[in-house]
């Protein structure tokens, strides 16, 4: 009796396996190229969930989320180039957050110990009314940049309005075959989400934030020290917000610059807002505390 030959499996009948081998031709076509590790994917994803059931809500608050997220994570998330690059910015500036928590502490004391008038403003002191509420609406729109947990997350005042219909658009598509035999509900989900998009548009987020804050530190003369005491002092949110202002850009912009760009592509951000070389070699020892950077000398931009 001759043996039977069998031939190997191609894959083709398991999703799983085709999709671990695309990625396997992919790492094996640019082996050097930087991938994300598990830290960044996990996070990234994490923060796009978070998204996704605070866009959710704002078109149905007893939406079943997880329902929603299984069917995605199940059938592949509808994502775009611009959800990709938001979810990841928002988890690498975080990832920097964390890295440097434990030299603020350090760097804090010792600018209290060696210069007064960073010491006098670490207590939040302000000259005025009006800066000082700029200041706490700023640090209340940084907050709520994380979920309840303390989680990072982005709100849909953090997202561009493209973005953000594109979120609207396709939970409204999945919500629409899971409501396809109530035509009631189907019929009011329009104006829900006309009334989430007029949400949008009325609240204010981090960048109209940055914006007031900006400007009041300009007017009391206070914008250049402040600049400076915020990246000696490791306030990451207050110096990017600022910059990003200065620059006409938006806030995560600025941050995903700062994080992949070189310390000499920097110096057109820094030297306009007066950056002095203490605050840039701060800087840029901070940056280096990112583990896993995607810089530009890597080829990354």
């Known amino acids: 009796m001759s043996p039977t030959s069998v031939s190997p499996p191609r894959g083709n009948g398991s999703p799983i396996l085709s999709a671990r081998m695309a990625e396997l031709v992919q790492y094996m076509g640019t082996p050097l190229l930087g991938r994300l590790t598990d830290e960044q994917r996990s996070l990234s994803l994490a923060i796009a969930r978070r998204l996704v059931t605070n866009v959710a809500r704002h078109i149905d608050a007893d939406m079943d989320m997880a329902a929603l997220w299984g069917d995605w994570t199940r059938d592949g998330i509808p994502v775009t180039e611009e959800f990709a690059r938001a979810c990841f910015t928002r988890a690498e500036e975080h990832r920097w957050r964390v890295a440097t928590e434990h030299s603020a502490l350090t760097v804090n004391l010792n600018n209290q110990q060696g210069n007064q008038h960073v010491a006098a403003r670490a207590g939040d002191v302000w000259p ?47 919500r629409l075959e899971v409501l396809s035999a109530d035509r ?24 109209a934030a940055a914006q007031d804050f900006f400007h009041q530190l300009l007017n009391a003369n206070l914008l250049y020290d402040y600049v400076n005491e915020a990246i000696l002092r490791h306030e990451w949110p207050s110096f990017l917000a600022l910059a ?35 605050a840039k070699l701060t800087l840029e020892e901070a940056i280096m505390l990112l583990p896993a950077r995607a810089s530009a000398s890597d080829g990354w931009m």
């Open 128 to 174: 005025n009314h009006a800066l000082a509420a700029a200041y706490q609406q700023f640090q209340l729109a940084d907050r709520r940049r994380f979920d309840a947990y303390g989680y990072p997350a982005l709100g849909i005042t953090d997202i561009s309005d493209n973005l953000f219909r594109h979120l609207l658009n396709e939970i409204a598509r999945w």
């Open 184 to 207: 009631k509900s189907s019929a009011g989900l329009g104006d829900a989400v006309r009334y989430a998009w007029q949400q949008k548009t009325a609240e204010k987020g981090i960048d």
């Open 244 to 278: 990003s202002v200065a620059q006409a850009q938006r806030y995560a912009d600025m941050s995903l610059f700062f994080m992949t760009a070189t310390p000499d592509q920097w110096a057109k951000i820094l030297n306009p807002l007066r950056v002095s070389d203490a």
